[in-house]
């Protein structure tokens, strides 16, 4: 019996040390790895290489659009309206006759007025004779010139009423909106209809007060609107306002687009885009290329086959490009794909 427990002790043993030997070699291995770390491996990448550009500082904001003329015209007569040319839509140019209001009676006291200037200037006419003769004084004389003046404002007077009866276009554009009907009666007054020029179309921009400055009268503006995905119009800043908007700090700014098709109409959400600066010999990366690393901007650079990473500071934004102010240099190898599954000190391979 003491035999056979020998034996055994000595097999516990024995397979004891052999279990503590291969623990032993497999955390010498694991430390071995962990040692070499990310040396062995090795990431596939593609790199740019870093160039001096030319970068546009564009500020971008929205802006409102409204006709360079919007006119509403109102009866300045009363009376019935006998006629209407252009239907709504209809092109008008200036000094069209758009509608006419019948004023008959306003004809009778235009009838009467150059009846009595007709008069007016016979009777002027014979006191001239007759000063010139000696019959009459000087004082008869001015009085019959005065009633002859007196009765050219009452004609003129007389016709302008008149005319009160006809609307005229007083500008180019188009028809928007009719508020009356052919045979409705109208007071003074009454609103008659509307005239929108739209062939060019101002956009105000409420500009920052951090903004303003790099703003001049003259400057051209890209413009587009939401309601046209793909076009662009170029236009011209037009006016800045000399004060702030108390409320939001903002400087009201208008630009002036070229509108011949029509396209634009009017109260469409439009965006402007204002050229504050260029930046020569600016040093940019694709904003992919950068990742937030706990509240860091970093990116990576290869060098001799060798992932660094480098911590940046940003500064314009060009559509997917931006200005590294600080933490990139021309000439550097910059990774911009499968940087995600690199850091630094790892073997890169780049394709």
């Known amino acids: 019996m003491k035999f056979l427990k020998v034996i ?19 955390a010498a291995e694991a430390e071995a790895k962990t040692q070499q770390g990310p040396a062995l491996r090795v990431v596939q990448v593609s ?37 209407i040319g252009p239907a709504e839509g209809g092109r008008v140019v200036k000094g069209q006759p758009i ?18 200037m007709h008069l007016a200037e016979q009777q002027a006419q014979r006191r001239s004779e007759l000063f010139a003769k000696g019959v009459v004084s000087r004082e008869e004389l001015d009085e019959t010139l005065t009633a002859l003046d007196e009765g050219r404002a009452m004609e003129g007077e007389a016709w302008a009423n008149f005319r009160q009866g006809l609307v005229l276009s007083p500008v180019d554009g188009v028809v928007d909106e009719l508020h009356v009907d052919t045979g409705e009666f109208v007071d003074k007054a009454t609103t008659l209809v509307a005239i929108v020029n739209r062939d060019i ?26 309601a046209w995905p793909g076009r662009e119009w170029t236009g011209t ?11 939001t700090r903002t400087f ?7 509108n011949a098709d029509g396209a634009i109409r009017p109260g469409m959400l439009a965006r402007a885009a204002f050229l504050r600066r260029r930046i020569e010999g600016a040093v940019a990366a694709p904003l992919s290329s950068i990742q937030d690393r706990g509240g860091e901007l970093v990116l990576y650079v290869e060098d001799q086959g060798v992932a660094h990473s480098r911590t940046v500071r940003v500064g314009v934004v060009q559509g997917g490009l ?3 102010v600080e933490g990139l240099a021309p000439g550097e190898n910059l990774i911009v794909a499968g940087q995600a599954a690199v850091e630094e000190g790892v073997k890169v391979s780049v394709q």
């Open 252 to 258: 009201r700014t208008r630009v002036l687009v070229d």
């Open 99 to 116: 509608m006419k209001i019948n004023v008959a009676s306003l004809r009778a006291q235009l009838d009467k007025a150059q009846a009595s």
């Open 47 to 83: 790199v740019s290489r870093i160039e001096p550009m030319t970068l546009s500082d564009v500020l971008t904001l929205p802006g409102e659009t409204e006709a360079l003329q919007d006119v509403t015209l109102s009866a300045e007569t009363s009376g019935r309206v006998e006629w």
């Open 201 to 226: 179309v101002r956009v105000y921009v409420s500009v920052p007060e951090l903004d303003v400055r790099f703003l001049n009268s003259g400057d051209t503006v890209g413009i587009t609107v939401d």
């Open 8 to 26: 055994v002790v000595s097999a516990l043993v024995a397979g004891l040390a052999g279990a503590l030997s291969g623990c032993g070699e497999k």
């Open 322 to 324: 931006v200005q590294i």
């Open 237 to 247: 800043v037009d006016f800045i306002s000399s004060k702030a908007d108390a409320g």
